[in-house]
């Protein structure tokens, strides 16, 4: 997976999220305007199978009930709270994603990006959660109230446009101007269980 396109993917969602309920923070007293609460873009439960682990390079080669294979790395600092998994254990998983944006106080901090797990190794079906907070700011270089379009710069210095296809979006998108800066958090959670596991 390209990581730098898999960002800057969700990057643009999170852009185009970002109008949700954005009258509400135009009335009174001036304000940035936020996305009232994350919105969920994702939410689904998998079974699959472990093909491989690499334990040395934390790389797990999943198979899907498909026979879709996916590889999963898992950096070292979260390694160590993870159950340790094995060739040939069938694993439950749920994946949710939500995304949540607000246009950035001019002169703060970029907002950080963080990362943690937790789980336990013991009994018959040991359990874990990894969690990530990507958080990133984007420049608005261009608004098209005609088109629904909103045009800015990602942190890789790449420009994309993105269509706003919602209704409460598209009059967001009318108070947007050029130059505003906008943060966006994307949240990853992925919680999995060990249903099931070889005979050692």
Do not use: C, W, Y
Not at 8 to 19: C, I, K
Not at 104 to 115: I, L, Y
């Amino acid at each position: 997976m390209n990581k730098k396109l898999f960002a800057s993917r969700r990057v643009a969602v999170a852009l185009a999220t970002a109008v949700v309920g954005g009258a509400a923070g135009l009335s009174g007293v001036a304000m940035p305007a936020m996305a009232q609460a994350p919105v969920i873009v994702g939410n689904q439960l998998a079974t699959a199978t472990v093909e491989s682990v690499d334990h040395d390079a934390g790389m797990i080669l999943l198979r899907d009930k498909a026979g879709n294979l996916d590889t999963v790395r898992v950096d070292p600092d979260l390694r160590a709270k993870l159950p340790v998994l094995h060739a040939g254990d069938k694993i439950g998983l749920r994946i949710v994603r939500t995304i949540d944006a607000s246009i950035a106080a001019p002169g703060t901090p970029v907002p950080e990006s963080t990362e943690n797990a937790a789980g336990t190794r013991t009994g018959q079906h040991p359990h874990g959660m990894m969690i990530s907070f990507k958080r990133e700011r984007v420049k608005v270089t261009g608004v098209d109230t005609a088109r629904n379009q909103v045009t800015f710069v990602d942190p890789d210095e790449i420009t994309r446009v993105v269509l706003v296809r919602q209704k409460p979006m598209q009059e967001f998108l009318k108070t947007l101007k050029v130059g505003d800066e906008v943060d966006t958090t994307v949240m990853d959670a992925v919680s999995f269980s060990v249903l099931s596991r070889l005979p050692a």
